[in-house]
């Protein structure tokens, strides 16, 4: 394993990255660049728990790993990374798409925001990546909604305020995270979440996807290919 920076290359690196003398400069930069290697790192670990829980390792296993409680190890990785996506990572059209999903479940009477109303925010940014690939795939939005009815009819009565995410949502912008860090990268993008729908092959949107015809393996045949452009 390559060692990582010292403590002085660390500093080193942050006092040419404040480009200045002046100590409270410095203290941001620091404060900053910090903040992201946490993330990066729990971000990092949070994939390897997330690939252990895939494999069907149970929390004990986890823990013990770890050298935590089952309790500690669940409620980092099980609740709290599950249900704070790193939306600061997140591109504006990302951000914008997902944020468009409670108010499409919310249309069609649904309590919830399921990974079928994530995969429909995609279109209220029909110049992001992922609407670009389902179109290539011949993947249109009154099919994907014809196809998603079909699985998950709308609701009959009103909902109230803003739906939360389900936990297979939730486990989504989870999986978007790992993706992006599979692929070396430092932003997340539609393109990874399209990529995590298929992390869970019980979600509507995975099923909907296969179902119109863009397996797996193909949804990053056609990401990898379409960032290398």
């Known amino acids: 394993m390559t060692p990582g920076p010292n403590l002085q290359e660390l500093i080193d690196t942050i006092r040419q990255d404040a480009d200045s003398d002046d100590e409270l400069a410095q203290l941001a930069t620091a404060a900053t660049e910090i903040n992201e290697l946490t993330a990066t790192s729990d971000a990092a670990l949070g994939y390897f728990v997330d690939r252990a829980r895939a494999a069907g390792k149970s929390w004990l296993e986890i823990s013990a790993v770890l050298g935590v409680s089952k309790q500690a190890a669940h409620k980092r990785f099980a609740v709290s990374w599950t249900t704070r996506p790193a939306f600061d990572r997140y591109t504006g059209r990302t951000r914008r798409a997902v944020e468009a999903a409670p108010r499409i479940a919310a249309a069609s009477n649904h309590n919830y925001v399921g990974t079928e109303h994530l995969l429909l925010g ?38 109230e305020g803003e739906p939360p995410l389900t936990p297979r949502a939730s486990h989504v912008l989870q999986g978007a995270v790992a993706e992006a860090l599979e692929l070396g990268h430092n932003y997340i993008g539609t393109e990874h979440i399209l990529l995590a729908f298929y992390r869970d092959s019980g979600g509507v949107a995975a099923k909907v996807l296969r179902e119109l015809g863009l397996t797996d393996e193909a949804a990053r045949t056609a990401v990898v290919d379409a960032l290398a452009t």
């Open 122 to 159: 995609f279109f209220t940014e029909p110049a992001c990546l992922a609407v670009k690939l389902l179109a290539a795939a011949g993947i249109t939005e009154e099919a994907l909604g014809q196809a998603i009815t079909a699985v998950v009819p709308p609701g009959a009565n009103p909902v």
